[in-house]
């Protein structure tokens, strides 16, 4: 479908579309226009991906300033469902133009999804895949290989350089890889081929690309954003999908931990960094005494022969650099080196108290000066000193080196914030514990730090979810203004999904989640008959979400005692989610098999798990979801309390408005799961007393749907209607009915844009006239009058 948005056309690859779908495109494309920020949100299910990925490439085409599209999504396996997408697109558009486009599309992930070397593709942990890499890439073992002081050996890991990698060095660097879109499949499958590396080609064509799919990460957290995402231009247009966990992914960015083992690790690498130190001064003092001059003459980080990989990138925002030279007494190797081992003895003597502290970074800053005179100066400097002892010294086993690591990055990160961070040393796990296990929390609080510069350098930035409510919170908590923030309704022929709000059992028991009546035996009785009795009526697959997993557990427990899942067991398999996520994968493709072969199946899952934040179940994978209590945060967690404390002061959030959007954004995700498209019917379940106060905090799309019959309902009143909906879905539907009700076909939809047209000229009209009766009057006023004027 080709259509118009003002003088934009656009290339649409569906025969139909949803008016929710052109509504959300214009409002984008006027925010595009103008710049700023929007926040939108769409029903989930509904096409925003596509319509994202449309409107934006029509624009980027369109016109001369070609801006370059930077889509951001959070799992793997959305960004993968996102490029099948623009794949599609661009296909549509080729077909359409009558010309393939000059156009490349690219999407990023992790090494370890993308790595092609033979045995280090083999590494379970990320975190090995990446720093094994690096040290074969990072440049000084290629130069090492060419001055012959290292003989490459093709057997060793260690020894020999990536051949995917040096691949990439023969070829052209602005055109590594073909236009054209590339999912990761394709595009592994192309460096295959060529006998290249995907992850390198993707990172360095990021400036060469039209439109770049990757990780909220590659922006926000700037360890890893002055690495990949440096190049982007001003003007690029970014999009956040999936933005309702924006604002914990900031705080992530810049928070850390840190713990005995890391710092009995930590001291290690020291000492093992001053052998190389005393091996090097043996060997080749020269070298460390050019890094010292260079160091003297104010050269930085920066300045210094950019090579791709460094040891670590400096984990605070690029506005936060200081702009000087490293100060004199963390110049020389050794004198550093002492100075972290103080450091780290410090913090030693500081985990080993026994009570809860809570400090800001200033006041941790003065405690450390009175005890040991380590200055904030030095201290900020400390992961860029740090990255540069490493590769003077040409250190491989870098793992030994990653708690030296955490620590250089904490000391740069409560150097450098003073507002909104809190340092909390918690010495045991758990309140009742009595052997302590302390862990220092470096926390930050405030979520707007970490956006800033993407909001600061970006003309045009999209926010949007399909749960993104109350719209006003984001632009709080993120601390900006919006040009645009709106959420749709889900435009429907016949009532696809039914919201429920069970208060009650049969028997007229409330029932709650509510910390003090949570295990109650009448309550635990009542969520259970509910959970037999929808695992009764349900066709195929059913989920069911619970706060947390300490909750799921007892409450599965008491269920077992009952006799529940015995009777759940008769009309369902029973499939639970664990905190492995390969074991939690495996109970999934277990509920599909169940499901799909007719046995059908209950999955028993948490809020705020994996199976929550990207898991679809479509059509028969899921027909009802039970949503049982309301997934409020654990409230007794210091780190949450200080957040809370932290909004309040500073953008005027109560606890509880935080907490309870909290916790609805979270049960609003849950319940989007069962409905993945317009053809798509489920039945959501709220199983909490409490709920019928929270309905306005519900998307505006969900909350549309919950007639008020279905509040306050009892077990069985909820049973009744849950059949009679199943009942009437189950007919056949004449998609004749859906037609210029939920979809529009072309000219049912230039039909509303003619409409909309005259209605705003009308609009208009009245304006002028308005203006024209005003003036009118002003005209009428005597001489008289003009005093009072
Ligand atoms: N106009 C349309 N006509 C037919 N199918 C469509 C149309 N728009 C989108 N679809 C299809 O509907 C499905 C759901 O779309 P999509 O996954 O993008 O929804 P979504 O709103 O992004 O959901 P969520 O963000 O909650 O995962 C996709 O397979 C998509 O290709
Ligand atoms: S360069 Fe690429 S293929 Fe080689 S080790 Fe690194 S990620 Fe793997």
Not at 87 to 103: I, P, Q, S, T
Not at 173 to 193: A, M, N, R, W
Not at 391 to 405: C, G, H, P, S, V
Not at 538 to 557: A, C, H, K, R
Request: hydrophobic letters at 35%; a negative charge; proline letters at 4%.
């Amino acid at each position: 479908m080709k259509f118009y948005i003002d003088d934009l056309p656009v290339l649409f690859p569906y025969p139909k579309i949803y008016p929710e779908q052109y509504a959300y495109m214009c409002d984008i494309k006027k925010t595009l226009d103008v710049g700023g920020k929007c926040v939108l949100e769409m029903p989930s299910g509904t096409g925003k991906t596509v319509s994202l990925l449309s409107l934006t490439i029509a624009y980027q085409m369109h016109y001369p300033e070609h801006r370059k599209v930077v889509y951001c999504s959070r799992t793997m396996s959305e960004i993968e469902k996102a490029l099948i997408e623009l794949e599609n697109l661009m296909d549509f558009r080729a077909k359409e133009l009558g010309y393939v486009e000059e156009f490349r599309g690219l999407g990023l992930t992790s090494r370890k999804n993308l790595c092609l070397h033979p045995t280090i593709s083999k590494e379970r942990k990320g975190i090995v895949v990446d720093e094994k890499c690096r040290r074969i890439t990072n440049g000084q073992l290629k130069e090492k290989i060419t001055k012959g002081t290292v003989i490459e050996d093709p057997t060793s890991e260690m020894n020999s350089l990536c051949t995917y990698h040096e691949k990439l060095n023969e070829l052209e660097q602005h055109d590594l890889i073909p236009t054209g879109t590339y999912s990761f499949e394709s595009l592994v499958k192309y460096c295959k081929e060529q006998g290249t590396c995907p992850y390198f080609t993707v990172r360095r064509m990021i400036p060469f690309c039209n439109i770049i799919i990757y990780s909220y990460h590659y922006l926000l957290d700037p360890k890893i954003a002055d690495r990949v995402s440096k190049e982007l231009s001003k003007d690029s247009i970014i999009i956040f999908d999936e933005a309702h966990n924006i604002d914990n992914v900031c705080i992530e960015s810049l928070s850390l931990d840190l713990t005995d083992d890391v710092l009995k690790r930590a001291t290690r690498g020291a000492n093992k960094l001053a052998d190389a130190v005393d091996d090097m001064k043996e060997q080749d003092s020269e070298k460390l005494q050019n890094e010292y001059e260079k160091l003297v003459e104010g050269l930085r980080q920066a300045e210094i022969d950019r090579q791709e990989e460094l040891f670590m990138s400096n984990p605070i925002l690029p506005q936060d650099l200081l702009e000087e030279a490293i100060p004199g007494n963390i110049r020389k190797a050794e004198h550093f080196i002492s100075f972290l081992k103080r450091f780290i003895e410090y913090l030693k003597t500081r985990m080993k108290v026994l009570h809860v502290i809570s400090e800001t970074p200033v006041s941790f800053l003065q405690h450390l000066k009175e005890l040991t005179y380590i200055d904030r100066k030095p201290l900020r400097f400390c992961s860029e000193r740090l990255s540069l002892l490493v590769r003077t010294l040409e250190l491989n086993e870098i793992e030994d080196f990653t708690a030296l690591k955490d620590i250089a990055t904490f000391a740069t990160l409560v150097s450098t914030y003073e507002t909104g961070f809190q340092l909390i040393l918690e010495p045991f796990e758990s309140e009742g514990s009595t052997v302590p296990n302390p862990i220092l929390h470096f926390a930050c609080l405030d979520a707007s730090i970490a956006i800033k510069p993407v909001f600061e350098r970006f003309s045009s930035v999209i926010i949007t979810s399909g749960t993104i409510s109350p719209l006003e919170m984001y632009p709080k908590m993120l601390n900006f203004e919006t040009t645009i923030s709106e959420s749709y309704s889900m435009t429907l022929a016949r009532r696809s999904f039914l919201p429920m709000i069970v208060t009650k059992g049969s028997d007229q028991v409330a029932i709650s989640s509510k910390f003090e009546i949570r295990t109650d035996p009448s309550v635990v009785r009542n969520y259970g008959s509910l959970l037999v009795e929808f695992s009764k009526i349900t066709p195929d697959g059913m989920v069911v979400f619970f706060p947390s997993y300490l909750y799921m557990e007892s409450i599965i427990s008491m269920w077992q005692t009952m006799g529940v899942l015995d009777e759940v067991w008769k009309y369902k398999l029973i499939l639970v989610e664990t905190p492995d996520a390969q074991e939690t994968s495996l109970a999934l493709e277990t509920y599909r098999k169940a499901c799909s072969n007719g046995r059908g199946a209950v999955l028993l899952s948490v809020a705020r798990g994996k199976v929550s934040e990207g898991i679809d179940f479509d059509h028969h994978y899921g027909r009802t979801v039970l949503m049982i209590g309301i997934p409020f945060q654990y409230t007794e967690s210091r780190i949450l309390k200080a957040r809370l404390e932290f909004m309040r002061d500073h953008f005027q959030i109560r606890e509880s408005d935080f907490l309870s959007f909290d916790a609805m954004r979270h049960a609003a995700q849950c319940l989007g799961r069962v409905l993945r498209g317009k053809d798509d019917y489920g039945i959501m379940v709220l199983a909490d007393r409490r709920f019928s106060n929270k309905k306005k905090q519900l998307p505006k799309w969900i909350a549309q749907a919950l007639n008020d019959s279905d509040d306050n309902l009892s077990t069985d009143m909820a049973l009744a209607t849950a059949k009679k909906f199943l009942r009437s879905l189950a007919q056949p539907t004449n998609p004749k009915d859906s037609e210029g009700v939920s979809v529009w076909n072309l000219e049912q939809l230039e039909a509303f844009q003619k409409q909309h047209q005259q209605k705003q000229q009308t609009a208009q009209f009245d304006v002028e006239e308005t203006k024209v009766e005003v003036q009118d009057d002003f005209m009428d006023i005597d001489d008289d009058d003009l005093d009072l004027l």
